[in-house]
């Protein structure tokens, strides 16, 4: 995710900018030594300035500011504990119920964790607290990267249209916030966000004609540009395969200096205008390379400085690393913060680290962290356990930021200056090492999307695996898969797990039945002992099937979560569907369908573990 990029200021005479990176690495050492101190000087500010606030007050903290009170009194909590309270803000009731300080606005989740659509409370001054963890990544960054200030970014980002709540109060995805705000639109000059992106091409609620434009300015700076990027490795992938259905008419206007009458927002004209001259030499190059029959490496090929590509590819997102290696040549995959719709949270200090190992490092000033143990069912391959409500022993389980342990698993709970007290974000994570005495943590996985048919819960990054392994079997066809999800199908007896997959063929060969049986198969076996109990032994579960969909099936999906009111930007494909409009849209587009032809192993001595759910 991109720091926020500049006005178009030319530099101050005074600007020194060895020196502005010298002062952020030092904050970052500064809060990360004395991390457990911040963190009490931050609750301590939150408690104290909303000492007055409904929800507080009800629950008896009667203006006490200290640790042990604050978790004696107060509940850790979930969404659904305070909707009432969010019900009413949005409603129009003003009084301090959450917060001291006035709602702004509310930030909608992406509407693809869980699948449900929540709003976030959030003040005014967040803005600034966003823009201090974007303004620590270029020179964290810089460190392992020099030369970045010479350059430009090309990044691919969006916004949505908002709503606004029965009281008045904006809802919008955390992103279009930013977007939208002077933090972003005015920010004072800086090197290091210099992109080829005009704000008024971000900013255009179109997205076909904001893709479109962005692209334009991309290709038409090309060798100007050091690092490519969008907000999700799956949002990058998908500016590729808009560049590879629409080139023609991108290089019709850098050919000829005009813009295509698709392009009708106004504002977008005139900014791409302020960029595009007639090229025919540039757009001769660029139509020579997009004729070529293999797309292998096209990143580097088109933009031929690109060091590096800044998407983030940790979680689920991971799936689509093969791709992205593809298009960039190798490029590094950098993932430079960890931020949510609830808080922004922390950035990662090794940019250049494998993507499998990327970690994040909190920052002590952003929230107020605690984190919840979290065990696994049955060792590394099992479901993560993580119980919706919490018993009085298991909420005082909870330990603070410098008290976690390394390799254990936590789910986060954060108390923010917005309005959130011990609330459970969802996340699982794991400590994977610490900066100074700050832990840095690896993002596993979203809590609760599992599948499940019978005593079988299976969640999405045992279902990742299972199928990295499975698609094993499409490579010797020139085939990889571009897109999956998966389904609880509990119309059949016994219900079954059915997986959509599409496809990208690159090959000539057609791919057998029994290939694709042979990968069911391989996921049923990748899958917990309870599965495969279940499969074998209870007959539970019926054989897995793999549904082939149609290309560009996952494009339609998600235009209809978009219809739906999902933000372009922040859209995931969701690893597991439930909603029936939507396995409707999936079948209807299936081409073919394949089941595992027989049980996967399982021995009786993991019988236990179905015990225990």
């Not at 178009?8 to 005074?14: E, V």
């Not at 392992?144 to 200030?149: K, T």
């Not at 931020?339 to 107020?368: D, I, Q, R, W």
Request: charge should be neutral.
């Amino acid at each position: 995710m991109p720091e926020a990029p500049k006005n178009t200021l030319k530099p101050t005479t005074d600007y020194n900018l060895e020196l502005k990176n010298k002062k952020t690495l030092q904050f970052i050492e500064d809060v990360t030594s004395n991390a457990d101190e911040v963190q009490k000087k931050v609750l301590e500010e939150i408690l104290s300035r909303n000492a007055h606030v409904e929800y507080l007050q009800t629950r008896g903290l009667n203006g006490h500011t200290d640790r042990e009170t604050f978790k004696k009194t107060m509940p850790v909590i979930t969404y659904e504990d305070i909707q009432p309270h969010i019900d009413r803000i949005a409603n129009g009731d003003t009084s301090p119920i959450l917060s001291s300080n006035p709602i702004s606005e509310f930030l909608t989740s992406s509407g693809t964790s869980g699948g449900e659509r929540k709003l976030m409370p959030t003040i005014e001054e967040e803005l600034g607290r966003r823009s201090l963890l974007y303004s620590l990544l270029m020179p964290v960054m810089s460190q392992f990267v020099p030369g970045l200030d010479k350059g430009k970014g090309m990044y691919f980002l969006f916004i949505k249209s908002e709503a606004k709540t029965p009281g008045g109060l904006v809802a919008r995805p955390v992103l279009t916030s930013y977007y939208k705000s002077t933090h972003f639109k005015d920010r004072p000059y800086d090197p290091y966000t210099n992109y080829t992106s005009p704000n008024e091409t971000i900013l255009c609620p179109d997205s076909y004609q904001s893709m479109y434009s962005q692209m334009l300015c991309g290709l038409c700076q090309h060798k100007e540009v050091l690092r490519v990027g969008a907000v999700f490795a799956s949002g990058f992938i998908r500016a590729v395969k808009f560049l590879e259905k629409h080139w023609r008419l991108l290089c019709n206007d850098i050919r000829t200096g005009t813009i295509d009458s698709q392009i009708t927002d106004q504002s977008v004209r005139e900014a791409v205008m302020k960029i595009l001259k007639p090229d025919p030499k540039l757009a001769d190059f660029i139509e020579a390379e997009c004729c070529k029959d293999s797309w292998q490496g096209i990143i580097t090929r088109l933009w031929p400085n690109t060091k590096y590509v800044d998407v983030i590819v940790t979680g689920t997102m991971s799936q689509y690393i093969p791709t992205l290696d593809y298009y960039s040549n190798g490029l590094p995959l950098v993932c430079t913060m960890y931020a949510s719709s609830e808080c922004y949270f922390g950035v990662n200090l090794n940019p250049l680290c494998k993507p499998s190992e990327v970690s994040y490092t909190l920052v002590p000033t952003m929230a107020y962290f605690e984190f919840l143990p979290v065990q696994r069912n049955n060792g590394v391959t099992s479901s993560i356990s993580v119980p919706k409500t919490l018993n009085e022993k298991e909420q005082q389980e909870l330990v603070d930021l410098v008290d976690v342990k390394l390799g254990q698993e936590y789910e986060l709970v954060v108390t923010t200056y917005s309005g959130l007290y011990r609330y459970r974000v969802g996340d699982v994570l794991r400590v994977a090492g610490f900066k100074n005495n700050a832990p840095q943590f690896n993002f596993i996985c979203r809590k609760n999307v599992v599948l499940c048919i019978d005593s079988d819960k299976t969640d999405e990054v045992e279902l990742q695996n299972a199928v990295k392994n499975a698609v094993n079997h499409l490579l010797p066809f020139g085939a990889t898969l571009a897109e999956y999800t998966s389904y609880a199908d509990t119309t059949t007896i016994p219900g079954h797990y059915v997986l959509y997959w599409e496809l990208s063929l690159n090959g000539n060969t057609p791919i057998p039945p029994s290939v694709f049986e042979d990968c069911c198969l391989t996921i049923e076996e990748s899958l917990n002992s309870v599965y495969r109990q279940g499969r074998v032994c209870d007959k539970s579960i019926g054989p897995l099937e793999i549904k082939v969909v149609e290309p560009g099936t996952f494009d339609k999906l998600m235009d209809y979560a978009i219809s739906l009111g999902a933000s372009i930007n922040q859209y995931k494909t969701p690893r597991c569907v439930k909603f029936a409009p939507i396995v409707e849209l999936l079948n209807s587009r299936a081409v073919s369908s394949y089941f595992s032809p027989k049980c996967p192993k399982w021995f009786p001595g993991h019988k236990q573990w179905s015990n225990n759910n």
